[in-house]
């Protein structure tokens, strides 16, 4: 994720795709299919470990689609506008890519402070 301004001056925060990824979770995930079908025949299991595998892969791969996670991040908004104390960034669709092969997904930049920051009364 990098931070950037926009022409009008606004903070945004870039997250930004590796090229090539998708391929490699392809490869990742054929792969460890394989690992676990050879554990399975290998150590007389009846489990069928594939299946964590598939969740875990579907998961990621639905991270990679910019689009989802924007309409996530909407819908997070939208059901904890009720709390006060909850916020979260709004996408900028412009600065987004297209539906489908969006490799850039553009937010609102919200500041913060990493965990490392926080005293020992706010880490509580």
């Known amino acids: 994720v990098y931070r950037a301004r926009l ?9 930004v795709q590796r090229p090539g990824i998708r391929d490699s979770l392809g490869l990742d995930w054929g792969a460890a299919v394989l690992a676990c079908q050879l ?13 964590i595998v598939d969740t875990v892969a579907k998961g990621v ?7 989802n996670e924007a309409a996530n991040a909407d819908e997070f908004a939208k059901r904890h506008a009720f709390l006060p104390f909850v916020s979260s ?17 553009c937010l609102d930049w919200y500041p913060g402070r990493a965990p490392s920051e926080l005293s020992q009364d706010e880490r509580r």
């Open 7 to 15: 022409h009008d001056g606004r903070e945004v925060a870039l997250k």
């Open 39 to 51: 554990y399975c025949s290998v150590s007389k299991t009846v489990n069928d470990y594939s299946l």
């Open 61 to 67: 791969q639905d991270e990679l689609d910019y689009h």
């Open 89 to 105: 960034p709004g996408w900028i669709p412009e600065y987004t890519g297209p539906k489908g092969s969006a490799r850039v997904l």
